[in-house]
């Protein structure tokens, strides 16, 4: 039975293939079992999903594409391809500021992708501006003599050749990928009856082989517009973002207020899908956000994923390369302080804790002991103070310098932490706090960190007081929205030259 005939059956009456629990305001449709082992075997993976390789991977060949028009072009002009370094240098800034207009211009996400005659008008629209700007850099700094016009004009003539080739060969690629089920976005439909399956039955008549229905939670109207039915809801699909990959969250909720999907939206920012209200089907005042389309069907984006496309890829790298060469620059270090914590009690000398990390899964960081192993399993996660006496004398002492956190470079490389992120919390402390605060469960959007923004600015210790929780919060939150490769180094250099060492470390 094809994907099509499964959502049109499962419009019909709930029947065999809905399950109706009573004390909940939804029922799930499980629109095909199929479907179901499929999106279970998509696990989130250290690199993100498929479709973020697939941008990354469009964004090299476009880098690939100029470089290379700009041989060819050399090659017409003067019969060979070797290029002298001051063209060299021109080529690769065009490379930059190529690659920077098209991330501002939002041709590297993937719903953007699927818009071709969009996506070449931004090509050709970003390709005239570097030229401009390549033709007034030139001119500017007197070197206009040095390149010949006939070359320039043959490498933007032949780089809009290569971008439209570039693109014929993706897609035959990704044709060849989606028809395996490999490169599938993974969906939820929080909608009416009617509603619901009718926009899965416009995503898969959009393209089948792009989308795969996971779940569609089956609502009636009011409900979404009641704070426990929203958090009911929010939590189911909480849970499933935790066992299966899922990408899109789609609101479909006819006549639903702007006050109910805004209840809806917040509790859904502590995963990492981004979420999106269908504008014909939903209330008129929309909450904040940008108009788009989503599988030839208009959406109105109100929270999107974060570090998505090639970002992802690029922070893992950074985690990957840099914590190797951390490693092997502090094993004689860590060697010295497990020997000092064998000598002075006994016990374990690595300490693990669960805690929340991305998407809300639970994770064991590792971390030197430094407190008497009769106080290591302390339900209540209650954090050190000042001369606590829980804290042994080596323990002391590492705490005070941040050693007590190397380990965790080993959480890094297994990919369930980040060198910089927010710091990831007890599950205790976490219970204590994520009613008090709002967005509280937003910081689990990313991979936890060794060390984050809030640490560098002297949030570090114990944060006893619920303003103290919130302002960590509120610095964790701007890290999430600011992201950059240059903001990582600059939190790295900050923990490096002052965050180590800090008072509040006891």
């Known amino acids: 039975m094809s994907d099509l005939a499964n959502y049109k059956q499962a419009s ?130 007197k070197a206009s003599d040095t390149f010949s016009r006939i070359w320039v004009t043959l490498w933007f003539v032949s780089g809009l050749g290569a971008f439209a080739c570039t693109r014929a060969v993706v897609e035959t690629i990704v044709g060849r990928y989606r028809a395996d089920g490999k490169l599938t976005t993974n969906v939820a439909i929080v909608g009416t009856q009617r509603s619901g399956s009718q926009l899965a039955q416009m995503l898969v008549g959009a393209d089948s082989r792009a989308f795969t229905v996971v779940s569609m939670l089956v609502i009636e109207r009011r409900h979404i517009a009641d704070p426990r039915s929203a958090e009911m809801i929010a ?61 030839d069907i208009p959406m109105f984006s109100v929270l999107d994923r974060p570090l998505g496309s090639w970002d992802r890829i690029v922070k893992r790298a950074e985690d990957v390369v840099l914590s190797s060469l951390l490693l092997l620059a502090l094993l004689p270090a860590m060697g010295l302080v497990a020997l000092a914590i064998r000598l002075e009690s006994e016990g374990p000398i690595l300490f693990r804790q669960a805690r929340f990390g991305f998407n809300n899964n639970l994770i064991n960081v590792l971390k030197f002991r430094s407190m008497y192993v009769t106080h290591c399993a302390d339900p209540s996660a209650r954090q050190a103070r000042r001369d606590d006496d829980r804290v042994t004398r080596v323990g002391r002492w590492i705490r005070r310098a941040s050693l007590d956190e190397l380990p965790q470079l080993f959480n890094v490389l297994k990919g369930d932490m980040s060198l910089v992120g927010p710091r990831p919390h007890p599950v205790a402390l976490n219970e204590r706090f994520a009613d008090r605060i709002d967005n509280y469960l937003a910081r689990h959007r990313v991979r936890p960190g060794i060390t984050g923004w809030a640490q560098v600015n002297g949030l570090r210790g114990e944060t006893d007081t619920v303003e103290k929780m919130r302002a960590r919060v509120n610095h964790d939150l701007y890290y999430i929205e600011h992201w950059s490769l240059l903001f990582d180094f600059k939190i790295l250099l900050l923990t490096a030259a002052k965050g180590l060492i800090h008072t509040n470390a006891y």
């Open 235 to 295: 939590d189911r699909i909480c849970a499933m973002a935790r066992g299966t990959r899922l990408d899109e969250v789609i609101i479909a909720v006819p006549g639903a207020s702007s006050t109910g999907l805004r209840k809806l939206v917040r509790r859904l920012t502590s995963i990492s899908a981004s979420v999106w209200v269908c504008p014909h089907v939903s209330a008129t005042r929309m909450p904040s956000g940008r108009l788009t389309v989503l599988g």
């Open 12 to 141: 019909l009456a709930p029947g065999p293939n809905a399950t109706r629990a009573s004390p909940f305001p939804f029922s799930i449709v499980d629109v095909s079992r199929e479907t179901s082992l499929a999106a279970r075997d998509r696990k989130i993976s250290g690199l993100g999903d498929r479709n973020e390789v697939f941008v990354g991977f469009i964004a090299v060949a476009d880098a690939c594409s100029i470089l290379l028009s700009a041989v060819f072009a050399h090659l017409i002009r003067y019969e060979t391809p070797i290029l002298p370094p001051s063209h060299w240098m021109t080529a690769i800034i065009a490379v930059f500021v190529f690659g920077n207009l098209m991330t501002a211009a939002g041709c590297y996400r993937v719903e953007e992708m699927r818009l071709r005659s969009s996506q070449f008008n931004k090509i050709v629209a970003c390709w005239i501006a570097v030229a401009c700007g390549i033709v007034a850099l030139l001119y500017a700094a």
